[in-house]
C-alpha cells in the first residue's frame, strides 16, 4: 500500500470538487478587475475589489444605485462603469473577472471568454461555472500592524461556508482564539493594555477585553479579577501575579509601573488585568501615565465595576425612580460621610469592611438617619457570595456576627430595600 495519495485528476472545466481548490490571497492593489453585472452581488464584490485597492471595470447596461455610489465616492479612476451589455473585448487587460449577471447564458460566456484569456473567474450564481471561488471572509483587526483573515469555502454550499465563517469570526471576538503574534513588532515595542476583567465571573469582562487577554505575551494580574482565564493561556504565556490583600501590598504600585513599562520595551505585549474597572480605585490612571513616561503605547479597556455589578448580584439597583436619584462611590477609608443627600442617594463603599463600624457611625453623626437600609455583599459573583444587611445602626454588629470578609461591597441607602436578603433577613 502507497502512503502517497494518487493526484486527482486535472479538470479546470468540471469545477467543485473541494480538492481541486487551491486557496490564495491576490494582491488585486492597482490591478484592473472586471465586474460583469450591475445588480446587488455586482456591487458588493466591487465594493470589495474597491477595499482591497483594485481597479475595477462594471460592465452593465444599467447599474444600481450602489454601483453609481461607489464610482461617486471611490477615487478618482478607481471604478469605471461602462454601460453595455457584455461584449468581447471587456475582459481586456483584466487579471480577475467577476460575472454576476444573473443569466446564466451570459456568466457562461464571460467564463468562457476568460478562460481563452487566461484570466481566473468567479460566477456568483454557479459556482461550477468559471475558474476560481471566493471564499467567505472574515478580518480582525489585532494590534496596530496586524490583521487576521479568516476564508471559508465549504463545497457547493456557500452558506455553511458563511456559517462557519460567522462562528470563527465570533471566537476571534471574544478571544477564544489564540491570537498572540509570534513576528516581533515593527517597533520593536510591545504594547499595554490596562483591561478591566469585571468582578471575578469570567463571563463579565468585556469581549474587547479576552480579545487582547489572548494577544498578551505577559499577563499582570491582580487577586480580585477573572483569575479563572487564566487557565485559558498558552502555557508560555508569562503570568505576574502582583495580588493585593487588604493592608497587605505585595508589589508596590511603582514597582507594578516599573513591570509594565519594562516587558513592553522589551518587545513584549503586556495585558494588566484588574478587578472590575481599571479607573475605578484600580490605579489604572497611574499606570497608563507611568506607560506614557516611557513613550509605551498603551489602551484602556472598561470593564464592569464591582462598585455597580456587585449590588446588582444582591438584587439592588444603585438607583431606581422614585427611590434614589443618585450614587456616590467611594473607598470605605475616607469621607463617606461628607456625601451630601439621604436615603436617596446611594452610597457604594468599596475595601470597607474593616472600617465598616467607623463609617457607620460617622454616617449617622453626618444627619443620615439611624435605620438607613445597609447591605454588605460580599464576594459577588464568586462562590462565597453573601449578601447581609442591616440598618446603619446595627450592620456592624451583624457583620461581625456572621464574620463578613473581603471582598466586599457596602451599599447605604433606601434602594436596600429592594433586595430579596430584606426580605429574607425579616427587617
Ligand atoms: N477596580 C475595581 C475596584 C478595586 S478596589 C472595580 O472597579 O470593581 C477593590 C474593592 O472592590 C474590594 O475591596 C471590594 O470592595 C470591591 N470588589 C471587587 N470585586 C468584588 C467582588 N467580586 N465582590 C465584592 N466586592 C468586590
Known sequence: MSDVAPLPTAGAHDGGVAHEIYPLGLKVAGRLVVVVGGGPVAARRARSLVEAGARVRVVAPDACEELSVLARVSAPGAVELVAHAYRAGDLDGAWLVHTATGSSAVDQQVADDAERARVFCVTAGDASVGSAWVPAVARTALTDDAEVTVSVTAGRDPRRATAIRDAVAAALQTGTLPLRRHRPSTTGTGRVWLVGGGPGDTGLITAHGRTVLAQADVVVIDRLGPRALLHELSPDVEVIDVGKTSGNHPVPQHEI????????????????????????????????????????????????????????????????????????????????????????????????????????????????????????????????????????????????AVGVRPPAVIVVGAVVRLSPAWAQQAR
Open 257 to 400: 509601573n516599573a513591570l509594565l513599562v519594562q516587558h513592553a520595551l522589551a518587545g513584549r505585549d503586556v495585558v494588566r488585568l484588574k478587578g472590575g474597572d481599571p479607573y475605578v480605585f484600580g490605579r489604572g490612571g497611574e499606570e497608563l501615565a507611568a506607560c506614557h513616561a516611557a513613550g509605551v503605547e498603551v489602551e484602556v479597556v472598561p470593564g464592569v465595576t464591582s462598585a455597580v455589578s456587585v449590588p446588582a448580584a444582591a438584587g439592588i439597583p444603585v438607583t431606581h425612580r422614585g427611590v434614589a436619584r443618585g450614587f456616590s462611590v467611594l473607598t470605605g477609608h475616607d469621607g463617606a460621610a461628607d456625601v451630601p443627600g439621604g436615603p436617596d442617594h446611594t452610597l457604594v463603599l468599596l475595601m470597607g469592611v474593616t472600617r465598616l463600624a467607623e463609617t457607620a457611625d460617622a454616617l449617622v453623626t453626618a444627619d443620615r438617619p439611624a435605620d438607613t437600609p445597609v447591605a454588605l455583599v460580599e464576594d459577588g459573583f464568586g462562590p462565597r457570595q453573601r449578601v447581609t444587611v442591616g440598618t446603619l445602626s446595627d450592620i456592624a454588629e451583624r457583620a461581625t
